[in-house]
């Protein structure tokens, strides 16, 4: 491995309070030397990757980027109403631009970059760090060319070192979009001179050597990693980006087992635990602390199959939506941590996600089966997956248990993490599933452009109805303030509520556990931002 | 020396309390043999285990004394046993190779002795267990102290037993069958051995077993015993002479020895003249040239070298050899259980070994061979019961069915003597003639004209023995069948077979008329297979 | 010497074809399981393009002998591919898991038999006794609970509960170092080291999971070593030695139990390889980075190469283990030549 | 018959009637010989019971939910409590029996079967036969089993029947290899010729003769398979590849309750564990007992 994993490089960098003499002999950290600048964060899932541009890389890895790279932009910082911080999606903030501009037809963006942004390694970042950062981002394929086409950045000739501190975007259209979609974590800043010396013929963008390394300018840098065990950031005591980390290593585990995840934060043996499971962050609550927030633009949902024939009847799938019982799932599968999504008095803002008009009646729910076509019920197949089992094997238990009073019988049907994706979204074969999708982008139209339209990757319900077509068409380049964008919006609810290809059930939260550690801040993307991380 | 008085000895086993002795006494004095003699069941190998306090588990010395050199072994403490055992009495058992500890050298069990009862420290062992061996005549003896048991032939293993028996010195050996498991010639090396020791040494000692003819060779005193208790004692020439028990009278009669005729070995109450039979001049089986070679690891193994004999209708042959000598495989061959590498097989005319032994159990000649095995138990399925086992060469071959069937079963058993409620029974709830009695009846069910009998006898107390081979020798004339007799005894071949085969190392080294073979042996093998065996003393003529 | 030598040559040309067969069945497996990788690991957001492009890249766009042929292709040079899960060449991953696997997996099994074989013998001197059969429901109670549940509760009593435990957090507190990689095996590593922190940092890890997994395999081992040591109690040897005056501590452990080894080294074989493939289960409980729960994720993931490279890593350390009990038995019992098998 | 000699039959016990030595009697005896075989066919018999009348015997429906009891603790009214969508825990357990029995004595059948067919052609013809069949054998073996089952469960999709091949699959090479052994010892058993000798064909020796003295040492391997097979599937749920919710089976009890003892909530996954375990001890302690029932030689 090309880390620095040498017991001595490590200690180096740790504890400064011990001289360097001592170290050689030093075969351990005591608990108070590890104490006061080590945080220790136990999650349940596995980094694979330091390079969030690589293919295959998951999730949970995308953290890395938002710590040990650096972005042009990057959201604001707000507090919420429990005291927690979350970003901020209103304000963009400098990170490694000083400043932009925006030329007045909109299309092109003009960046300075601060002058002191230094790389890990001592090196200034240029504007020619940023058009190889950039260039690579569209050139990979895969997720980040994707994330980054949702933003209107296309092709390497759209993104110019005009000189060493100033980089330029030009868009093909103006879009709301282009500039949020910088502060995502795609487009994180690399070290082009180092990553440019591990370019090969066949690895033209170093995939392999920034896929075990890290060569940014961000706030850690990745000092130690065992794939499925732990990594180890270091701060970086030269980043620009902004204050400082107040912790000076954050050691990452990775804990399979959600109960002994659960015993060492209680225990007080790490001081957060990521992604906490909604029951135990409602029995932790008061123990230590924790935080839950609604994950922005995200909807738990019952994904109903127009490609599956009873599901084509709107009554069919009206009686579903009246027919589960929301208030139960939300107290069994969330136990209360989100916000509820059902029993909504009709559409007044455009915030989404917002709450259906149904409500649980089995009454009502009858009324419509008898309606249709097939009043006798029939089979369906329920479709969840295994991964994320937690909460959608007992709200799938619950909503199978009412289906069958009304005739639908339902068989449960637990598909495995690598299957999930390819049924579910890919082939979009799963006649009724429970779907979870988030847009990064918390606007409205983003998420309608993804869930809503035919074919694209979240409408897993085969859905097409072409005035939606229409309005997301309409809706997804225009800014939030234009008059027209309101009436769309809320069009497009009204329709969605009507058509019920997804029956909300609730707005999830993300919950995290935090003992004797400080600076959580919620993210859209729902990875650790460590930066603000400190101990006490 | 030993002084056993009113010993018993019970076991507690899942089913309660079992006597195994019951009150025996007797006494050994300085350097003399005592025999003790006893079919199996009759507790004598418990009595000296009970002696030596060795019992299995579950076994206690119930009541009684045993007072050896003034020392009570029965109240003695386990630490002074094990410092009394191996040092003043020592034990040799039957299947020396069994005895041995498999995965230990030799020279280290002799040395274990040797060191456990202060003969020798860890410098002189080698040097002390050496010489152990070369007092049992081992020769080579250096060599032999580095080999495994499996690396032995029998009779070695035996002598490595006397040599950890008598590594110490010990003032009084006993020995429990120490000839069973071996060959006959070798059974006799053995006991001149030991006996020349025990009389160099000037020892006591105590012979186990079940053979009246052994014990009567090599004891000044024979006891004999049945069901845990001593019927008689006496000195063994008076014993053979004069039987006053009829236990011990039925045992002499039983005992095969020269000059006595089959029926000679049956209670002179239920002894019947022999039947007649008639030998026809024409061979029912011509075995011409019979070559049976197996590929072994190192090269091919010749088991039967060519071998040629007739059976005549109506005659008894008898194959005798040591083990390995290429009998069982010849047997084996015969009775179409294997095929033949090479030679001929005529039977009734007809070459039987151009008929492989694979599909023979459909052939119509199938049922005019038949076999009787060795091990009446092993050759019993142990999930049928005497019924089942006698039903099936009649539903196989006879094509009997229903109620023919279950009278022909109840004619059989009435033919070899089984008593009909043990029909139901299985071969466990059997005693060992009453298996044989089953086994028997099975091979003449399908009324054959040949039967082979591998070694009918050999698991069998003689007083049983006499009873089957007599049995055989009736049945032979009422079903008038051809015998093809297996055997490693020749004074049972002689009993039973007009005609005697004797191999050795897969080949015939003489054959003729029994008693031209038994009288005048033109092979120094025979002789000395003849020589080898125990000479019981004469019958008093009754 | 030679001889043996050929002799365990012979023995690995045996194991050839199992290792062939194991190859080509681990193949069809993992391209039987469900789901497609290309769709997996293009990642969230990606779109029939990007899928496609993804299936390409990993060669999943060619037909199955294809694919066969350039996997055996690769294994030829020592090239088990890279888990798309971890991103981590499978060589690499399985170098770095195994011993963690195979140290928790042999401290367990030294634990069990440190345990099950003196019940074994303390059953076999008294059978029937009270001795006899509280030690077979012991050993029976041991081995009627799911590891995975055992794990938790003793988490939950000795770490949750009273805090005796260290944090079940794989093979070390994140406040001790890695000791210099050696073996890989931390206790020896530490050991080598001469640094004795370490080593007990390590012990202390171990001993949950081992306790889990020794519990698990006790009853195999005490079984057969009570069965073995009465067989040979029974023996004819055994009471040659004992009307010899042997002394019954020489009898039972210098004879009886030597003997009684064979078919408990051979029941030591067979749990060994179970354990170390039901080690996943515990694993997964105690965050312990082996290759057992690195098989389950790449599993669930239809990790190929990770699938194939841990299943091959398993069938040829099966194989090692097979020649490796044949020659303990070559050594413990003279009678089988090595080469008779 | 005047020459025939009678057998002296002092030491002898005397033959009791022939007809009462049915199978039956031969249980009852065996039963009544060993305590802890007694023990652990009372335990067998409570959960046959608890598999046939469960469902008929407990107090609520086992898979109904109800969210406002949901996580009660053990109470008179929920004797196991509640789980966490308030499903009465001590119902399911008890349901739960007639499945996870159906799956180990499934597959135990199965691989009994294919394993004895295999292993006894094996063990009889031995040649190219046998050195195939444990080259085969050889190579299941050297699979890590646990994770071959997975494999199985995930590609061929989690549904009992292939629970239940699965498990049968990684049994069939213990079989096997015994039945071969124990064949293979009976191959030239007295009885095996005898038995070709009374004009049996092979096949016939084979399934007649031979196959069934295999039987008793094959009912240890039986009964401690039977308590494997359900670890196994509980094993296949704890990865999440096991029966489908809301089918009540232990294992998956245990494995989601697992998740809860950290929480306190230590009865959803003891009181299935127990169960589990109390199956699993039962058809440990069964094999001796079957042993010794399939076994005449213990037959006074």
Redesign the interface.
């Known amino acids: 491995m090309g880390l620095d994993t040498s017991r001595r490089g490590f200690l180096k960098g740790g504890s400064v309070a011990l001289g360097a003499a001592a170290l050689p002999f030093l075969k351990f950290m005591p608990a108070q030397a590890a104490g006061d600048d080590v945080v220790v964060v136990v999650m349940g899932q596995t980094i694979n990757s330091l390079d969030l541009h690589r293919t295959g890389t998951n999730r949970p890895s995308y953290q890395v980027a938002v710590n040990c790279y650096d972005r042009l932009v990057s959201f604001g910082t707000k507090t919420m109403p429990d005291g927690s911080l979350s970003y901020d999606y209103s304000t963009i903030v400098p990170e490694i631009a000083e400043s932009w501009t925006v030329s007045d037809d909109g299309k092109v963006l003009t960046f300075r970059i601060k002058p002191e942004a230094v790389f890990q390694d001592g090196s200034k970042v240029t504007a020619q760090d940023v058009k190889w950062s950039f260039d690579r981002a569209v050139s990979v394929g895969g997720f980040p060319t994707t994330q980054m086409a949702a933003g209107g950045l296309l092709r390497p000739d759209q993104f110019a070192a005009v000189d060493e501190a100033t980089f330029t975007v030009t868009l093909d259209k103006p879009s709301k979009l282009a500039l949020p979609d910088l502060a995502v974590p795609v487009p994180f800043i690399l070290n082009s001179k180092i990553a440019k010396q591990h370019v090969t013929d066949a690895d033209p963008w170093a995939m392999e050597f920034v896929h075990k390394n890290t060569i940014g300018s961000g706030a850690y840098k990745v000092v130690r990693w065992d794939p499925g065990q732990q990594l180890v950031y270091e701060r970086n005591d030269l980043w620009t980006g902004g204050p400082l980390p107040g912790a000076k290593r954050v050691v990452l585990r990775e804990v399979p087992s959600q109960a002994t995840r659960r015993a060492l934060i209680e225990r007080g043996d790490v001081q957060m635990s990521w992604n906490i499971p909604n029951k135990d962050a409602s029995e932790l609550d008061g123990k230590v602390e924790v935080y839950s927030t609604p994950i922005e633009n995200a909807i738990y949902v019952v994904s109903l199959n127009y490609n599956f024939e009873p599901f084509q009847d709107p009554d069919v799938r009206k009686a579903v939506a009246y027919a589960i019982p929301y208030e139960e799932i939300f107290k069994t599968a969330a136990y209360g941590r989100g916000v509820p999504m059902w029993g909504g008095s009709g559409i007044e803002t455009i915030d989404w996600p917002q709450p259906s008009p149904y409500v649980f009646d089995l009454d009502k729910a009858r009324e419509h089966l008898e309606k249709s076509a097939f009043a006798g019920g029939f089979d369906v197949p329920f479709s969840i997956d295994l991964g994320q089992s937690d909460w959608m094997e007992p709200t799938a238990l619950l909503i199978q248990e009412q289906l069958a009073k009304l005739g639908i019988t339902s068989t449960i049907d637990k598909i495995p993490g690598a299957n999930w994706r390819t049924a579910s979204l890919v082939e979009k074969r799963l006649p009724l599933a429970l779907e979870t999708f988030g847009g990064w982008l918390n606007y409205p139209c983003y998420y309608f452009f993804w869930a809503y339209q035919e074919g694209h990757l979240f409408n897993s319900s085969n859905y097409a109805n072409p005035e939606i077509e229409q309005l997301v068409a309409e809706t997804l380049d225009l800014p939030v303030e234009h008059p027209d964008y309101a009436p769309k919006v809320k069009r497009m609810f009204e329709i969605a509520f009507e058509d019920l290809p997804r029956i909300p059930l609730f707005q999830p939260a993300l919950s995290v556990a935090m003992n004797g550690a400080t600076g959580y801040e919620y993210w859209f993307h729902r990875e650790l931002d460590a930066r603000k991380l400190a101990k006490g | 020396m030993l002084t056993i008085k009113d010993l018993a000895v019970s076991f507690r086993t899942r089913r309660g309390e079992v006597n195994a002795v019951r009150g025996v006494s007797f006494e050994v004095a300085e350097g003399e043999t005592l025999g003790i003699v006893g079919e199996s069941g009759s507790g004598k190998s418990v009595t000296s285990y009970a002696l030596m306090r060795i019992l299995d588990a579950g076994g206690r010395i119930k009541a009684g004394e045993a007072v050896y050199s003034g020392v009570d072994l029965k109240r003695a403490s386990e630490r002074e046993m094990q410092g009394l055992r191996g040092r003043e009495i020592s034990m040799i058992f039957q299947n020396p190779r069994a005895a041995l500890n498999p995965i230990r050298k030799v020279g280290h069990q002799i040395e274990d002795v040797l060191r456990r009862h202060a003969r020798a420290d860890a410098q002189n062992a080698r040097a002390k267990a050496i010489e152990a061996m070369e007092a049992v005549k081992i020769r080579d003896a250096e060599a032999r102290y580095d080999a495994y048991p499996f690396e032995l032939s029998g009779g070695m293993c035996q002598r490595i037993v006397c040599a950890i028996a008598l590594a110490c010195d010990p003032k009084l050996l006993i020995m429990d069958e120490p000839t069973t498991g071996l060959d006959i010639t070798t059974q006799k090396a053995v006991m001149e051995l030991v006996t020349e020791l025990i009389r160099e040494r000037s020892m006591s000692s105590i012979l186990i077993t079940h053979d009246l003819g052994l014990a009567a060779q090599y004891c000044d005193r024979i006891v004999v015993m049945k069901d845990g208790a001593i019927v008689e004692a006496g000195d063994p020439v008076r014993l053979f002479a004069r039987p006053g028990h009829p236990y011990t009278r039925k045992l002499v009669d039983a005992t095969p020895r020269e000059g006595a005729s089959i029926r000679e070995l049956l209670p002179a109450e239920v002894r019947t003249p022999e039947p007649p039979r008639r030998i026809s001049d024409e061979a029912l089986l011509s075995v011409r040239d019979l070559v049976k070679t197996y590929a072994g690891k190192s090269g091919p193994v010749h088991a039967v070298k060519g071998v040629s004999f007739d059976v005549k209708a109506g005659q008894s042959v008898g194959l005798v050899g040591e083990s390995g000598c290429g009998k069982s495989t010849t047997s084996s061959m015969v009775v179409r259980l294997l095929d033949p590498t090479s030679g001929q097989i005529l039977f009734a005319g007809e070459d039987l070994a151009k008929r492989p032994s694979a599909g023979f159990a459909r052939d119509p000649m199938r049922a005019k061979i038949q076999m009787v095995f060795q091990d009446a138990t092993d050759s019993l399925n142990p999930r049928h019961t005497s019924r089942q086992t006698i039903a099936e060469p009649l539903r196989a071959m006879a094509g009997l069915r229903g109620r023919a069937r279950a009278e022909r079963i109840e004619e059989l058993a009435d033919l070899v003597g089984l008593p009909r409620p043990l029909l139901d029974r299985f071969p466990h709830q059997l005693s060992g003639g009453q298996k044989a009695r089953v086994g028997i009846a099975r091979a003449i069910a399908v009324n054959p004209d040949f039967l082979v009998l591998d070694e009918p006898t050999a698991a069998l107390d003689v007083s049983i023995q006499a009873i089957v081979l007599n049995l055989l020798v009736d049945l032979r004339a009422r079903l008038g069948m051809s015998y093809l007799f297996v055997s490693h005894d020749l004074h049972v071949v002689r009993l039973l077979c007009d005609h005697v085969v004797v191999m050795k190392g897969g080949e015939i080294v003489e054959q003729g008329p029994t008693e031209q073979v038994m009288t005048a042996p033109a092979d120094p093998y025979t002789a000395e297979l003849l020589e080898a065996a125990p000479k019981p003393p004469a019958r008093d003529a009754a | 010497m030679n001889r043996r030598l050929r002799a365990v040559l012979a023995r690995l040309a045996q194991?050839l074809?199992?290792?062939l067969?194991?190859v080509l069945?681990?193949f069809l497996?993992?391209r039987?399981?469900?789901?497609?990788?290309a769709?997996?690991?293009?990642?969230?957001?990606?779109?029939?393009a990007?899928?496609e492009?993804?299936r390409v890249?990993l060669g999943l766009d060619r037909s199955m002998p294809e694919q066969f042929g350039l996997y055996v292709l690769q294994l030829a040079q020592g090239d088990l591919g890279q888990s798309?899960?971890?991103?981590?060449p499978v060589v690499e991953?399985l170098a770095?898991?195994l011993p963690a696997s195979l140290e928790l997996t042999l401290v367990a099994l030294l634990v069990s038999c440190g345990i099950a074989v003196p019940l074994g013998v303390l059953a076999a001197t008294r059978?029937g006794s009270w001795v006899d059969?509280a030690c077979?429901l012991l050993v029976?109670?041991g081995?009627?609970?799911?590891?995975?549940?055992t794990g938790?509760?003793l988490?939950?009593v000795f770490?949750?509960l009273t805090?005796w435990a260290p944090?079940?957090?794989?093979r070390l507190d994140?406040?001790?170092?890695?000791p210099?990689s050696v073996t890989g095996f931390f206790l020896i590593d530490a050991a080598l080291?001469g640094?004795a922190?370490?080593w007990f940092?390590a012990l202390r890890q171990l001993i949950l999971p081992a306790a889990t997994l020794a519990l698990f395999t006790l009853?195999p081992i005490a079984r057969m070593t009570r069965a073995a040591m009465l067989s040979a109690l029974?023996?004819?040897?055994i009471?040659?030695?004992?009307?010899?005056?042997?002394?019954?501590r020489?009898i039972l452990f210098?004879?009886a139990f030597?003997?009684a080894l064979l078919p408990v080294v051979t029941t030591l074989g067979m749990v060994f390889?179970?354990t170390?493939?039901?080690n996943?289960?515990v694993e997964?409980?105690?965050?312990w980075?082996g290759i057992?729960?690195?098989?389950?994720?790449a599993?669930?993931?239809?990790?190929y190469a990770a699938?194939q490279g841990?299943?091959l890593c398993?069938?040829l350390l099966?194989?090692a283990l097979n020649l490796l009990i044949d020659l303990a038995y070559s050594m413990?019992?003279?009678?089988i030549g090595f080469d008779?098998k | 018959m005047n020459t025939m000699t009678e057998i002296p039959t002092v030491a002898e016990p005397q033959a009791p009637p022939a007809k009462s030595k049915g199978a039956l009697d031969h249980v009852i005896y065996v039963l009544k010989d060993n305590p802890v075989t007694l023990l652990a066919f009372a335990m067998f018999a409570v959960l046959m019971a608890a598999a046939v009348l469960g469902p008929a015997l407990v107090p609520y429906d086992p898979l109904a939910t109800n969210a406002s009891e949901a996580l009660q603790p053990p109470s008179a009214a929920h004797w196991f409590g509640t789980d966490n969508l308030g499903r009465d825990v001590f119902s399911r357990a008890i349901v739960a029996t007639r499945l996870d029995l159906l799956i180990s004595v499934a597959a135990v059948a199965l691989s009994f079967v294919i394993g004895s067919v295999l292993g006894a052609a094996a063990g009889y013809w031995g040649g190219w036969l046998d050195v195939a069949l444990s080259r085969v054998l050889d190579t299941i073996m050297a699979f890590p089993l646990f994770v071959l089952a997975m494999g199985i469960v995930a590609a061929m999709g989690n549904t009992i029947e292939n629970i239940v091949y699965a498990t049968a699959i990684i049994n069939v090479p213990f079989y096997a290899r015994l039945v071969r052994a124990e064949v293979n010892i009976r191959r030239e058993a007295g009885f095996a010729l005898a038995a070709k000798l009374a004009g049996n064909t092979d096949v016939r020796v084979l399934a007649m003769h031979i196959f069934p003295n295999a039987l008793p040492p094959m009912m240890v391997q039986v009964s401690l398979n039977l308590g494997w097979a359900i670890l196994n599937a509980a094993g296949l749920s704890f990865i999440g590849l096991g029966v489908r919710p809301p089918t009540a089976e232990w294992g998956i009890m245990v494995a989601e309750g697992a998740n809860f003892i950290v929480s306190g909530e230590w009865w959803l996954a003891i009181f299935p564990g127990l169960c589990l375990m109390f199956a699993v001890f039962t058809f440990n302690l069964l094999g001796d007992g079957l042993r010794d029932m399939v076994d005449p030689r213990r037959r006074t």
């Open positions: 194991a074809p199992v290792i067969g194991v069945v681990s497996l993992t039987a399981l469900p789901g497609d990788p769709a997996y690991f293009a990642g969230d957001a990606a779109d029939a990007s899928i492009e993804t890249k798309l899960t971890t991103g981590q991953e770095r898991r059978p059969h077979r029976t109670a081995v009627s609970l799911p590891t995975f549940f938790v509760a988490i939950y770490y949750y805090g944090s079940p957090l794989g994140f406040i001790y170092l890695e210099p080291a640094d922190e370490t940092a009853a029974s023996s004819d040897y009471r040659t030695a004992r009307a010899a005056g042997l002394t019954s020489k210098g004879y030597r003997n390889s179970f170390l493939g039901a996943v289960l997964k409980v105690f965050a980075p057992g729960s690195y098989a389950v994720e599993l669930v993931a239809s990790d699938v841990f299943v398993m069938a099966f194989v413990i019992d003279p009678r008779s």
